[in-house]
């Protein structure tokens, strides 16, 4: 897609990269990428659910404050509630999977899953997966083209440039 605006440009950019991450994330808990639950000495699960952790915990946290801080009250301002709170309520539904299956992969990574907290692992992570995959897409789709009329050059420097400062 192409953006006029550095934002719209980054969270798109940043939705890419979830919904690939998802795609591994389906792969691995279908056992699609081998065998679920991952054998003991499988050295690419603690890498992926390090990945995963990661992502959930730092990037995706750090891309939602950002919507709902800087984003979301400026579609509110331009009439835009509903969708705003849409997005936001979607957010909710995200971390409400996101956090138990944050506790279940600290726990698998330290090496104690009961068979039953490995199904219900699987069943968390293709949750969230869905969650967050149909809540990317959407954003794409009726997000960032609002964004593109909503933001002028200056106000899209500016929160550009303090989100990508981290
Ligand atoms: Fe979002
Ligand atoms: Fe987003």
Do not use: C
């Amino acid at each position: 897609m192409d953006f006029q605006r550095q934002t719209s440009r980054r969270l798109y950019e940043e939705h890419a990269a979830s919904l690939l991450l998802l795609g591994r994330v389906e792969r691995l808990f279908t056992g699609r990428a081998g065998a679920y639950p991952p054998a003991a000495d499988d050295g690419d699960w603690p890498a992926f659910a390090r990945t995963l952790l990661s992502a959930i915990e730092v990037e995706v946290a750090r891309h939602f404050e950002f919507e709902e801080r800087d984003l979301f009250p400026r579609l509110e301002e331009a009439g835009d509630g509903d969708l705003a709170a849409l997005l936001n309520e979607e957010h909710s539904t995200i971390r409400a999977v996101a956090q138990p299956l944050v506790d279940l992969l600290r726990q698998a990574l330290a090496g104690g899953l009961q068979a039953q907290q490995w199904q219900t692992l699987k069943t968390l992570a293709l949750e969230f997966s869905e969650r967050l995959g149909s809540h990317a897409q959407k954003e794409d789709g009726a997000l960032l083209p609002l964004l593109e009329h909503l933001l002028d050059e200056d106000t899209d420097r500016e929160l550009f440039g303090a989100y990508a400062a981290g």
